[in-house]
C-alpha cells in the first residue's frame, strides 16, 4: 500500500490550500473529498439552470484585500478566471443609488470623495462614518485584537454611531461580510472589515468574484492526488499517534502526518476519538453558525441591470448576473435565519427586484433555486477566538485547517486558505 507524507481530508479551500503548498515544499499529498466535486462550501453542484450545467452554492465575493485566496488562485492558475471591479454599487427602491470607488488619492483618503457624495445617506451620517473610520485607523490592528471579547455595536455606540447609521451602514458591510450584524459581531472582526478592506490599502476594498462555477477554479491541481468519492470515517490511532485514516467502507489510508480540513460538522465526528489526548478541541462543539441562502433566478430575458449591486432595504442583498447567461440571476441573503417563513421567497425577490428596477417589470421569471446552506459560516461573536482551535494540535500526526481554525479572519474563503497555508507550515515544521 503506498505510503503517503500526508493526508489531507477536506477539499474545500482549506483543504485545497493545504495540499497545494505541502505539494509545492515537495511531500507527496493525497487529497481526500466526500463528495464528487471539490470546493466545499464555496463549490458548485451539477444543476441544469447553470451556464456548464453547474450552479455555485452561492455566488461567493473575495475583497482586494485577500491576498492569501488570490496567491492560491494564482498558483492555480486561475486568477484570469476572476473578475475584479472598483465600483461598488448600491440601489435600492425609489430610484435611490449610490456608489463607491477609489478617487485618485493614497490609502485611506481614496474613498472619502465617494462616501462623501453617497446618496443613501444623510450628511450627519457620513460626518458619524468618518469619525468612526478615524478612529478605527488610529487603533490599527494592535487595537482591533484587544477587542476581540466586545461587540462591534458597543464600539460603534463608543464612536458615537446613531442608530441610523448603523443600520443603514454598518449593517450592510458587516452582514455582507461577517454574515452577522453589528450588535453580534466581535469588534475585531468589525473593525477588521473596515481597516483592511476600507482604509489600508487603496484596492482592499475592490469587489472579486469567478467568471466560471467555483469548481472550475479547483481543476488545475496538477501534481497532487485526489481522490473524490472519499469520505473518511475515523482517525487511525496507533501508539497514540494519527498514522492514516479509514474510509467509508474499510480501506485504511496510512500517512505520515493527516491534515484534517474537514468543516466543523464533518470534523467533530472524527476528532471526538482524539479528545482525550487534546481536551482543548471539544471547543469546536461550542461554535455557533448562521445561514447563507443562494438564489439563483432565471428570466425569459436577459437582465441588463448594472451587476454587481448591493440593495438596500429589501431582503435581498447583493445581485450578481451570470456571464455566460445574462437570464440569470445570482442573488445572495446572509444572515438568512431572518427571512420571513411560509413565503415564496422566489416571489418575494423577483417583487423586490422590480421595486428597485422598474424595468424590470416586463421580464418573467421562468425558474429559480433556493440553496440555504443551514451551517454557511461560524458566528464572529464576541469570545468566538476561544473556541477557534490553532492548526496545531497536541496530537501526533495530526494537524487542523478550515475556517474554523485560528486565522485572525471570519468564516470566508480567505481565512479558509490561511488556515491552509498555516497548516502546511505546521506540517512542513515538524518534519524540520
Ligand atoms: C452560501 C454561502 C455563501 C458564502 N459566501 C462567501 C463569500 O461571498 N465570500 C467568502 O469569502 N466566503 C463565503 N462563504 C464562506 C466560505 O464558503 C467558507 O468560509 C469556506 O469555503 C470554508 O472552506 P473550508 O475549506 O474551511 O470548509 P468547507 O468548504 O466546508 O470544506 C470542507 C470539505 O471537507 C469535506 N469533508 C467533510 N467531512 C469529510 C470526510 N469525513 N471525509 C472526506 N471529506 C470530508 C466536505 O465535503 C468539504 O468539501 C460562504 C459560505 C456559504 C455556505
Known sequence: MTRHDVIVVGGGVAGISAAVNLADAGAKVLLL??????GGRAGSFAHALGPAGLLDNAQHVLLGCCSELQSLYGRLGVAGLIRYDDVIRFAGPDGRRAEMRAAMLPAPLHLGPSMLRFG???LRQKVEIVRAMAAMMVEGETGREQRGDTSF??????????????????DVIAVSAL?????????????????????ASRGGYRLGYARVPLTELYSRLGGLSVRMGAQVRE?????????????????????????LAASPSGAIPLLRSVYGLDE????????????ILGAHLLFDRPVTIDAPVALVGTHLQWVFVDEQ??????????????LPDGVDLAELFVSELRQVYPEMMGLKLADSVMVKENRATFR???????????????VSGLTLAGDYTRTDWPATMEGAARSGQRAAEVVLHLWG
Open 380 to 394: 464572529p461573536v464576541p469570545g468566538i477566538d476561544h473556541l477557534r482551535p490553532g492548526q496545531r494540535t497536541r
Open 280 to 291: 482543548r478541541l471539544q471547543r469546536i462543539e461550542q461554535i455557533e453558525f448562521r445561514p
Open 325 to 338: 447567461r445574462p437570464e440569470l440571476i445570482h442573488g445572495v441573503v446572509s444572515a438568512a435565519d431572518l
Open 120 to 122: 443613501l445617506l444623510k
Open 179 to 199: 454574515n452577522e450584524h453589528c450588535a453580534q459581531a466581535s469588534a475585531k472582526y468589525g473593525m477588521q472589515v473596515f481597516q483592511e478592506g476600507f482604509l
Open 153 to 170: 455595536g458597543a464600539y460603534l455606540r463608543e464612536q458615537d454611531q446613531s442608530d441610523d447609521t448603523i443600520g443603514e451602514f454598518w
Open 33 to 38: 473529498e466526500q463528495r464528487r466535486l471539490l
Open 235 to 259: 482517525l487511525v490511532l496507533e501508539k497514540g499517534r494519527v498514522a492514516g485514516v479509514e474510509l467509508v467502507g474499510g480501506e485504511r489510508l496510512p500517512a505520515g502526518q493527516v491534515v
